[in-house]
């Protein structure tokens, strides 16, 4: 920019700090930018903010899951002399069954003894099990 013959040099100094000041003003299109940038922030932060609720609602439910199978099976075991058999109910909104075998150590022996004769499947395994 020239500055003519008999201009003032003030009114050309104005002209620059107009210019400047037009030049420091925020278009529409940086608004709607801003404003789809901060949607966009705060739905993915509802988002987890809402799972998370939804994660710690389902830890309280499975921690009241195990207290009820906890206490059940206390009541059971409770007595002294325990009794073959089956039980079942429901504790809103939870359903449960408890079922008493008794016990058979011939079970446990047979798969001792099924795991004490195994036989390798080929000489190779044998020879370097032996």
Do not use: N
Request: aromatic share 8%.
């Amino acid at each position: 920019m020239t500055i003519k013959e008999g201009a003032s040099p003030w009114r050309w100094r104005w002209r620059i700090a107009r210019r400047g000041r037009r030049a420091r003003r925020i278009t529409i299109l940086e608004v709607l930018t801003a404003f789809v940038l901060l949607a966009v922030a705060l739905a993915s932060i509802l988002q987890i903010f809402s799972s998370g609720l939804r994660d710690a609602q389902l830890a309280d439910e499975y921690a009241r899951a195990v207290m009820i199978a906890q206490s059940r099976l206390a009541a059971f075991t409770a007595s002294e002399k325990m009794e073959e058999g089956a039980g079942a109910g429901t504790d809103s909104p939870f359903t449960w069954s408890l079922t008493a075998l008794p016990y058979d150590d011939r079970q446990e022996d047979a798969a001792a003894a099924r795991r004490a004769s195994t036989s390798w499947p080929c000489a190779c395994c044998a020879s370097s099990r032996a």
